[in-house]
């Protein structure tokens, strides 16, 4: 069965520093990985998605993640933090189900990052 | 660009009262579903439509059912509101098939007095 574990619900970073929020995933079939965020009264954004393409999967913001078969992990990074980075941070794997289930996702719990000036 | 909208920002009801919440999406997405998030809790799925006409539970289906009468319009609706059912609702669709993105609405924050 899929699911997604979300280490740690609340980070705190100060400004300048780097940022790590890590996803590990489970999944019976070849995943397409996400990390969406959420600003205060907002829906989410996409950030970056893992296609299989390339282990490595640059998105917006500065943000980076890696997908490492070997760990089950999916981790978000970004060099360094902007106070701008405050928000909530969602990692998501494909569902894995058939037919009109096909595009359902798997959320996880959700980690809130707070970036100190 | 994408665009999901949602009916509602804001919305105060009363305990017993039928709520509709509505999504309305601009890239004829197959795909339409309905979350609500709830702190610590994450995204839980309600229901999702992969076609007009068809629904299907997703993991808290109890006291909401939804409606597609058009492929663009997703309608959540609460048949008497309750308490419990005070959360953030998040509406979002994205094209069919495996590991397609799902865009988002900017969300309904609910609350039922």
């Known amino acids: 069965a899929q699911s997604v574990t979300q280490l740690g619900s609340h980070v705190s970073v100060s400004e300048g520093a780097l940022v790590l929020l890590r996803c590990n995933y489970s999944?019976?079939?070849?995943?397409?990985l996400f990390w969406y965020v959420q600003y205060p009264n907002q829906g989410l954004q996409l950030l970056l998605k893992?296609?299989?393409?390339?282990?490595l999967v640059k998105g917006i913001n500065g943000f980076e993640a890696e997908f490492k078969k070997s760990e089950t992990s999916f981790h978000l990074t970004k060099p360094s933090a902007h106070m701008s980075d405050a928000a909530e941070y969602f990692c998501a794997v494909t569902s894995g189900g058939y037919g009109g289930s096909q595009g359902n996702l798997i959320f996880g719990k959700g980690t809130k990052l707070s970036v100190k000036p | 660009d994408v665009k999901v909208t949602q009916s509602s920002r804001y919305l105060v009801k009363r305990t017993g009262e039928k709520v509709f919440l509505e999504c309305v999406q601009d890239?004829?997405?197959?795909?339409m579903f309905w979350y609500r998030q709830d702190p610590g809790l994450g995204l839980r799925l309600i229901y999702f439509?992969?076609?007009?006409?068809?629904?299907e539970k997703g993991d808290i289906p109890e006291g909401y059912s939804v409606s597609r009468e058009k492929k663009e319009r997703f309608s959540l609706i609460l048949e008497s509101a309750s308490t419990n059912q005070t959360s953030m609702y998040l509406c979002?669709?994205?094209?069919?098939?495996?590991?397609?993105?799902?865009?988002f609405g900017p969300g309904t924050r609910l609350l039922v007095l």
């Open positions: 999944s019976s079939v070849p995943p397409y």
């Open positions: 890239m004829d997405h197959e795909n």
């Open positions: 893992y296609t299989s393409a390339a282990t």
């Open positions: 439509s992969y076609d007009v006409k068809m629904k």
């Open positions: 979002a669709s994205s094209l069919q098939g495996y590991g397609q993105t799902q865009y």
